[in-house]
């Protein structure tokens, strides 16, 4: 029996970017996307479980940091594989996203390597 596929979940309020990132990984991995954090979230809440979170930081609704809080509080394993995707920023949102300890990829970020971080998470679901 071949091993399960990684579940990604990608949280990008700009549907497009979303789509560009599923379409790099979907061949490795099983794709969700929200353009919603909160939606994101009540997701999480509900029991879905994800090996990789890809999520924007700069979001209107929720940031990405504050995203991540509240994954956590939910759903501590959640968290431990969560990357942030940023096309810059500054500030309490730069000091709240370097505090979370989690990694942060520049856009535009490369198929390769996102296709790596899948590669990275796959051995941990056989």
Same mark, same amino acid.
């Given at each position: ?17 979303? *789509?560009?990132? @599923?379409?790099?990984?979907?061949? %490795?991995? #099983? /794709?969700?996307?929200? !353009? ?8 999480? *809440?509900?029991? @879905?479980?994800?090996?990789?979170? %890809?999520? #924007? /930081?700069?979001?209107? !609704? ?20 969560? /990357? ?24 535009? /970020? ?17």
């Amino acid at each position: 029996m071949a091993p399960a596929r990684p579940r990604v979940l990608i949280v990008d309020d700009q549907v497009i970017v979303a *789509r560009s990132l @599923e379409k790099a990984i979907r061949s %490795l991995a #099983d /794709v969700t996307i929200e !353009e919603r954090p909160e939606a994101a979230l009540d997701r999480i *809440r509900r029991g @879905e479980r994800f090996d990789l979170v %890809l999520c #924007d /930081v700069m979001m209107p !609704e929720m940031n990405g940091p504050e995203f991540f809080d509240r994954v956590v509080a939910c759903a501590p394993d959640v968290g431990a594989g969560f /990357v942030f995707i940023s096309g810059g920023m500054e500030g309490p949102v730069k000091r709240h996203l370097d505090a979370t300890g989690q990694p942060c990829l520049i856009k535009p /970020v490369t198929s390769d390597a996102l296709r790596e971080l899948v590669r990275q998470v796959a051995p941990r679901r056989q």
